[in-house]
């Protein structure tokens, strides 16, 4: 679809992506299924696609993986995307196009823990120093932003605890002391939770927007994809580290997130709604000790939010009225009808599992003594869930 018609999110996710170059006539692109892909001419052959804009060789990306690159970069205002085969291969290469021996990193200490991970012990291992900062940081990070520091990444709502920082701020202050130094800095942004639908990095001055498209765009928990939506500036690259550690997204997955793209903004819409019906019973829930959502007006985070966002995802946390054992908590978990316990989230069906403080967390930690619990709102009746829970909390409060 030509980027000249100003149209609404809901309509770009039916229609992008689906150019005739692509589908040949079908609504949903057939999966090409394809490592090899023949030239007719000598001088095609060895026309190198620099710009990997056309269907040269089944790593580099497919008719399927260009037009979910294409449709995603539409709705985020991105450049160009890059479709990869899981969303912590989505953050590998776009973090580690950036980094080398002595770079300095800045990580929030609400990072999704193997995303931590990587930072700290497989990019470590080659010389790259992670430091990790408050979830809630904002103008002090100019204190730690050294002449190495090569790259700030950031996730808001923070994983488990759903920080949010003044992200506005952060960019700006992070800006400005990069070129008080006269250094450039990549600011990386996970925004799985609200993204692409309510809230737009890109539009924001950050650099990279990282999406788990295993969740949402998926939207069925039946593929691993990731989408890394990339400025002007950046995706060259990003496209090359994928390209030089082999990282790409299969055609038959490009085409389950295609499919799963054309009816995400309902999905979320509904799994919004009814995450913000669950969020305000869970609080009136003498068992319940603190909602962890920053659309509630009572979330700490929760004018961060307003800034920013245009919805939420259906992702929560809840801390509990005190330490509860794995037995006691087994007697709530194991016998819940509806919600089931499991990685990942985003899909149709509800999960909830016990989560903790990520490894190197340091701030803010007093908060978290009690047991905490994750829970994902799927697309079940509402009532039906409460009432799910309801049953769950007296098996807790009676063992």
Not at 298 to 303: F, I, L
């Amino acid at each position: 679809m030509s980027k000249k018609k100003k149209i609404k999110p809901n309509t770009s996710l039916v229609h992008a992506g689906r150019d005739k170059k692509f589908a040949n006539g079908a609504v949903n692109i057939p999966p090409y299924r394809s490592s090899t892909v023949l030239f007719d001419t000598l001088e095609e052959y060895k026309g190198w696609d620099h710009d990997y804009k056309t269907f040269r060789y089944g790593r580099l990306g497919s008719p399927n993986s260009l037009a979910l690159e294409e449709a995603y970069s539409e709705l985020t205002g991105a450049y160009r995307s890059i479709a990869t085969n899981s969303g912590m291969s989505a953050i590998n290469i776009a973090v580690s196009a950036f980094l080398e021996q002595g770079s300095h990193v800045l990580v929030t200490e609400g990072a999704y823990e193997p995303a931590a991970e990587l930072f700290k012990k497989h990019l470590g291992s080659f010389g790259v120093e992670t430091e990790f900062i408050s979830p809630l940081i904002g103008k002090e990070i100019s204190e730690l932003i050294k002449a190495e520091t090569k790259l700030v990444y950031l996730e808001a709502p923070s994983s488990n605890t759903f920080e949010i920082p003044d992200i506005n701020l952060l960019v700006q202050t992070i800006r400005d002391k990069s070129q008080a130094l006269g250094t450039e800095i990549i600011i990386v942004f996970d925004n799985t939770w609200a993204g692409p639908l309510y809230f737009k990095p890109i539009e924001q001055g950050i650099d990279i927007e990282i999406q788990a498209a295993t969740k949402y765009v998926v939207g069925h928990s039946d593929a691993m994809l990731g989408l890394v939506a990339c400025t002007e500036k950046t995706y060259q690259a990003v496209k090359n580290s994928a390209r030089n550690q082999g990282i790409s997204a299969g055609p038959d997955t490009c085409y389950l997130g295609l499919r799963g793209l054309r009816t995400m903004a309902l999905r979320m819409n509904a799994q919004y709604d009814s995450a913000m019906e669950v969020a305000n019973w869970l609080e009136r829930q003498n068992i319940v000790e603190e909602v962890l959502y920053p659309p509630l007006k009572s979330s700490h985070s929760h004018e961060n939010w307003e800034k920013n966002f245009t919805g939420g995802g259906s992702l929560m946390s809840i801390v509990l009225n005190k330490q509860y054992s794995d037995q006691e908590l087994a007697s709530m978990l194991d016998h819940m009808e509806l919600f089931a316990m499991g990685y990942s989230w985003g899909g149709f069906e509800s999960l909830i599992t016990p989560c903790q403080l990520q490894k190197d967390r340091i701030s803010d930690i007093d908060r978290f003594n009690n047991t905490f619990l994750r829970l994902h709102i799927g697309l079940e009746d509402v009532s039906d869930l409460i009432n799910d829970l309801d049953s769950g909390f007296n098996r807790l409060k009676n063992k």
